[in-house]
């Protein structure tokens, strides 16, 4: 198991930027992906991003591509989430996931560990 905690939400005006990050600890994750999902009021939760651990390959889903950035920090096992330009529509709650390799990582139950989730509010 691994045990993510997610940290740096807050309140943001239309255009500005925040920083989130994701500590990962627990059993070795060197062959997983770290994921960013996000659930809106009234919506399903959603895919935003991964990165392969071992590889730093990253994806993107098409509403955040050139606004946000996945990075990690392998020696202190953290996971960043930089966003950029940010729109109302980006207001949500913000989860960290970690599982396995899969092809279907933008689908959330390809995810075993989850945390708690941290709200990112966009104001207009």
């Known amino acids: 198991q691994v045990q993510l905690e997610e940290s740096g939400g807050g309140l943001v005006q239309a255009g500005g930027s925040l920083r989130l990050s994701c500590a990962a600890s627990?059993?070795?994750?060197?062959?997983?992906?770290i994921s960013w999902f996000r659930q809106a009021p009234g919506k399903e939760r959603e895919f935003v991003t991964a990165i392969s651990w071992r590889s730093g390959v990253t994806y993107y889903a098409d509403s955040v591509k050139d606004r946000f950035t996945i990075s990690r920090d392998n020696d202190k096992n953290l996971v960043y989430l930089q966003m950029n330009s940010l729109k109302p529509d980006d207001t949500a709650v913000y989860y960290c996931?970690?599982?396995?390799?899969?092809?279907?990582?933008?689908?959330?139950?390809?995810?075993?560990?989850w945390g708690q989730g941290t709200q990112v509010t966009v104001s207009s």
């Open positions: 627990g059993r070795t994750f060197s062959t997983y992906f």
């Open positions: 996931a970690a599982g396995p390799y899969s092809a279907n990582y933008y689908k959330d139950e390809s995810y075993l560990d």
